[in-house]
């Protein structure tokens, strides 16, 4: 399976940036994709909002919720994912995790691919 790991979070004031990174070694060539998603403190890992995506496909995807100030990207060569985060504001503090994707049409086993978190880095957005 793939597994990946994230790194990057921290405290910034309002109007801020933070790049994260999301490490997940193979997944290219397993043929996974790779979204981002933030859990709120106090609620479960299962509720928390997807952010975007890097699809197995190259395309990406955003929430409407960050569209225009979050950019993802890929460094192929150490198959890690960047979240670029800009204009960041107090409800955009969250642990932020990154999860595989599996897609049928992208031909990658389910296995390596399915729903595989990592531990999340924790962002901080103060006013």
């Known amino acids: 399976q793939v597994q990946p790991v994230e790194s990057g979070g921290g405290s910034v004031q309002s109007g801020g940036s933070l790049r994260l990174s999301c490490s997940a070694p193979g997944f290219t060539f397993k043929r996974c994709g790779l979204d981002w998603y933030r859990q709120v403190e106090g609620t479960r890992r299962e509720r928390s909002a997807w952010?975007?995506?890097?699809?197995?496909?190259?395309?990406?995807t955003y929430a409407d919720s960050v569209k225009g100030r979050f950019t993802v990207s890929k460094e192929s060569a150490t198959d890690t994912v960047y979240l670029q985060m800009n204009n960041l504001m107090p409800n955009d503090t969250a642990k932020y995790l990154c999860?595989?994707?599996?897609?049928?049409?992208?031909?990658?086993?389910?296995?390596?691919?399915?729903?595989?978190w990592g531990q999340g880095t924790q962002v901080t957005v103060s006013s």
């Open positions: 999860k595989t994707k599996w897609d049928l049409l992208a031909g990658g086993e389910y296995a390596d691919c399915f729903g595989h």
């Open positions: 952010v975007s995506s890097f699809n197995a496909d190259g395309t990406t």
